[in-house]
């Protein structure tokens, strides 16, 4: 608590206040799960994000205590505390932007499928918010597994009248992340020079590199190439068998979720141009949800952009991918239907 709350609250109403007229472009972001081990270091970076000027940090627990400490930094954005259900609601009126971290991690030996009886209940609950509280906010989710709570949020929304397919986006960005690092080791360039799409989902083999549209352009070896897409497919299991039990990608997934996050509000505010992978509803398979290329703007996911050329061998990891992720965004669908 600061020494005069109420004072503490004013003057923070101010600073918000003062923003909105001086049109500075500043939105409003909730993450929900703000206290865990990605929802902290991603509250710090988002608290240092010239783009937001309020952050409202929910959680079932220790929520007052991030707030204090990111409190006193001296950024821009303002931010507010939240625990516990109760004040779910309060947390998610009015935001732009809603990150969802919240749920457990995976321990050595579990797939992100095992996490699946946990998670899929908190993210409907915390959905069944986002449809009654802030309709049109842009919603992030990170909570695995990815593959199936977006199918989740898609259904809690569409039974709240509320859906719209361009505000829901899964995050795999730890996926392209990663694969950048992947790459340019291979290659002996700078990792912020190369990109590589990854498609399909956030999961095993549904993890889908395409190395053969890799940027700057380059070849691979088959052998390279074998070892890339494990690595990258396995790249999760990597730090969970390294931490031991303590959890699963937190600070590298905390960078990528502030990387997508920073570009939805880049779109959200018009700049141009800005193009991200995502897990969202989709056309560009057979299924109904897929992870491509999107076009990030006003109104979220602007436009979904097609696979480009495949190879031979990203043909065959096609068809892997897309019957395992056919069965998970079933088991979402049927987690709200039943
Ligand atoms: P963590 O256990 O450190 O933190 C999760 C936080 O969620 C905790 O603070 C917990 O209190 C909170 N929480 C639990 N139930 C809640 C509820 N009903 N409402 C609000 N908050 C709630 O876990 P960590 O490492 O932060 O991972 C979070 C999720 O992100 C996991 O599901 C994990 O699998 C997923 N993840 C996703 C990645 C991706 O690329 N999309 C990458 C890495 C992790």
Not at 25 to 33: H, Q
Not at 156 to 181: M, S
Not at 276 to 287: G, I, K, R
């Amino acid at each position: 608590q600061p020494p005069n709350p109420q004072m503490g609250e004013s003057s923070v109403l101010r600073r918000a206040d003062c923003r909105a007229k001086g049109g500075a472009p500043g939105f409003k972001v909730a993450i929900l799960g703000a206290a865990g081990g990605i929802g902290q270091p991603l509250a710090m970076l988002m608290k240092m994000n010239p783009l937001v000027s309020v952050l409202h940090l929910y959680d079932v627990v220790n929520s007052p205590g991030v707030t204090a400490d990111l409190s006193h930094m001296d950024t821009g954005a303002v931010v507010r505390g939240f625990l516990g259900q109760p004040q779910l609601e309060s947390a998610l009126t009015g935001m732009d932007l809603v990150i969802i971290p919240a749920g457990v991690p995976r321990k050595p030996g579990m797939t992100r499928d095992d996490l699946f009886n946990i998670n899929a209940g908190i993210v409907k609950t915390l959905c069944e918010g986002v449809a009654k509280c802030c309709p049109n906010a842009i919603v992030n989710l990170i909570s695995n597994p990815v593959n199936s709570t977006v199918p989740i949020a898609t259904e809690v929304f569409k039974k709240a009248g509320t859906y719209d397919p361009k505000r829901l986006l899964g995050v795999t960005t730890l996926d392209v992340v990663r694969a950048n690092t992947f790459v340019a080791e291979v290659l002996g360039l700078d990792p912020r020079e190369v990109n590589v799409p990854v498609v399909g989902g956030h999961s095993g083999v549904t993890i889908l590199p395409l190395l053969s549209q890799v940027k700057p352009p380059c070849s691979f070896t088959p052998e390279e190439t074998e070892y890339l897409t494990n690595r990258i497919q396995n790249g999760g299991t990597e730090v969970v068998e390294a931490k031991a039990g303590a959890g699963s990608a937190t600070l590298s997934m905390a960078y990528a979720a502030v990387k997508f996050a920073d570009a939805c509000l880049r779109g959200l505010k018009g700049d141009a141009g800005i193009v991200e992978c995502a897990f969202v509803a989709s056309q560009v398979t057979e299924l109904p949800f897929f992870a491509t290329k999107v076009r990030l703007g006003r109104t979220g996911a602007e436009e979904v952009y097609q696979l480009g050329p495949l190879n031979e061998y990203e043909r065959v990891g096609l068809e892997k991918a897309k019957k395992e992720l056919a069965g998970s965004i079933q088991k979402g669908i049927a987690f709200i239907k039943k």
